[in-house]
């Protein structure tokens, strides 16, 4: 029953990695999920951002205002430790309470923690294998700007805003390159299947 942490930049392809995997019957728990969720209307989360940062940040449906929060802290990363500190641990028990159900019903399970801040929050949790989908940064700057509209500066902002390559790299038990095309992603995530498998 291994239990995978599977990190990346942004917009390495992680996401594709994680796909991949669920196709070939892991159990992918996806962190970016479980804080949409523990940000939820009325949640005790939503409420401590509310109160830290602005009820303008909660929209008249009670939903958070995502893109204005990112706006807030990825341009002052005092404000991005606060919020950090507010969402990690919830992220943290919830994930937990995941994969503990995960293995309750299935001792055999491949559960697969897609994580993008795993350096920040949990590298020290007992992983049985860290994976780091690594594409350069310049790869991924072109990727923000052609798959997800944004400027050079936005795109450059948000990768300067996460951990140096160097640091995801130095934690890795597995890395697959994922700088070339999606073909050569896919094949890396098939090895990695067949080893979690063996």
């Given at each position: 029953?291994?239990?995978?942490?599977?990190?990346?930049?942004?917009?390495?392809?992680?996401?594709?990695?994680?796909?991949?995997?669920a196709e070939h019957g892991a159990v992918?728990?996806?962190?970016?999920?479980?804080?949409?969720?523990?940000?939820?209307?009325?949640?005790?989360?939503?409420?401590r951002i509310a109160a830290e940062f602005?009820?303008?940040?909660?929209?008249?449906?009670?939903?958070?205002?995502?893109?204005?929060?990112?706006?807030?802290?990825?341009?002052?990363?005092?404000?991005?430790?606060?919020?950090?500190?507010?969402?990690?641990?919830?992220?943290?028990?919830?994930?937990?309470?995941?994969?503990?159900?995960?293995?309750?019903?299935?001792?055999?399970?491949?559960?697969?923690?897609?994580?993008?801040?795993?350096?920040?929050?949990?590298?020290?949790?007992?992983?049985?294998?860290?994976?780091?989908?690594?594409?350069?940064?310049?790869?991924?700057?072109?990727?923000?700007?052609?798959?997800?509209?944004?400027?050079?500066?936005?795109?450059?902002?948000?990768?300067?805003?996460?951990?140096?390559?160097?640091?995801?790299?130095?934690?890795?038990?597995?890395?697959?390159?994922?700088?070339?095309?999606?073909?050569?992603?896919?094949?890396?995530?098939?090895?990695?299947?067949?080893?979690?498998?063996?």
């Open positions: 029953m291994p239990l995978i942490a599977l990190t990346g930049g942004i917009a390495s392809g992680k996401s594709t990695i994680a796909r991949r995997l992918v728990v996806d962190a970016d999920q479980i804080v949409r969720d523990v940000q939820r209307p009325g949640s005790p989360v939503l409420e602005g009820s303008h940040l909660v929209l008249a449906d009670g939903v958070l205002d995502r893109a204005s929060l990112a706006a807030v802290v990825f341009a002052d990363p005092a404000a991005r430790e606060r919020l950090n500190a507010i969402v990690h641990p919830a992220v943290r028990a919830e994930s937990q309470r995941r994969f503990d159900a995960e293995f309750a019903a299935r001792a055999d399970a491949v559960v697969v923690y897609d994580v993008p801040l795993l350096v920040e929050a949990r590298v020290d949790d007992p992983w049985d294998l860290i994976v780091v989908a690594h594409a350069s940064a310049a790869v991924r700057a072109d990727r923000l700007q052609r798959l997800r509209g944004m400027t050079p500066d936005e795109a450059d902002r948000r990768i300067a805003a996460q951990v140096p390559d160097e640091t995801r790299l130095a934690i890795a038990d597995v890395v697959i390159d994922t700088g070339g095309d999606l073909g050569e992603t896919i094949a890396g995530a098939d090895a990695l299947w067949e080893r979690l498998t063996a």
